[in-house]
């Protein structure tokens, strides 16, 4: 399958899959609780200024053996990016319930980024207005 993004947006994407956490970095949107889950394939945020993104985690809920969802990721509606969203902390208890991570560690616009996974399994429920479950981490500029 061809790409529709360009060699410099893919690029960032495979430097998101191989960057390193950044221990400092701030929570600059989230909107996770801790109400039961229902699970959808979209997790938006809205960036009202330009940020520097060094992390962004949805909470998801992960089959046996895997590792990494992949995702499409779009800008104001238009598509932006895509990748895979890497399997990380997980819950003590429930263990198939585990944060998807990216890490860009890049500059964004303001607007509106909406992340679409291959398939239901990002937390949402009605203390999240059902909207799936994202954090992201960085700076706001």
Same mark, same amino acid.
């Given at each position: 399958?061809?790409? =529709?993004?360009?060699?410099?947006?893919?690029?960032?994407?495979?430097?998101?899959?191989?960057?390193?956490? /950044?221990?400092?970095?701030? @929570?600059i949107s989230e909107n996770?609780?801790?109400?039961?889950?229902?699970?959808?394939? +979209?997790?938006?945020?809205?960036?009202?200024? /330009?940020?520097?993104?060094?992390?962004?985690?949805?909470?998801?809920?992960?089959?046996?053996?895997?590792?990494?969802?992949? #995702?499409?990721?779009s800008l104001n509606g238009? /598509?932006? %990016?895509?990748?895979?969203? %890497?399997?990380?902390?997980?819950?003590? +208890?429930?263990? %198939?319930?585990?944060? %998807?991570?990216?890490? =860009?560690?890049?500059?964004?616009?303001?607007?509106? #980024?909406?992340?679409?996974? @291959?398939?239901?399994? +990002?937390?949402?429920n009605a203390g999240s207005?059902?909207?799936?479950?994202?954090?992201?981490?960085?700076?706001?500029?």
């Amino acid at each position: 399958m061809s790409s =529709p993004f360009k060699p410099r947006q893919l690029a960032l994407i495979l430097a998101a899959l191989i960057a390193a956490s /950044p221990a400092a970095a701030q @929570a600059i949107s989230e909107n996770w609780n801790t109400g039961a889950c229902g699970v959808t394939d +979209v997790a938006a945020v809205t960036l009202d200024r /330009p940020a520097h993104v060094r992390r962004i985690d949805l909470w998801f809920q992960w089959r046996g053996g895997e590792t990494s969802v992949r #995702y499409a990721l779009s800008l104001n509606g238009a /598509p932006f %990016a895509e990748g895979e969203l %890497a399997r990380a902390d997980c819950d003590p +208890v429930q263990g %198939a319930w585990c944060v %998807a991570r990216v890490e =860009p560690d890049t500059d964004l616009e303001a607007g509106i #980024y909406e992340f679409r996974t @291959a398939r239901p399994g +990002v937390c949402q429920n009605a203390g999240s207005g059902g909207r799936g479950f994202i954090r992201v981490y960085g700076e706001a500029r």
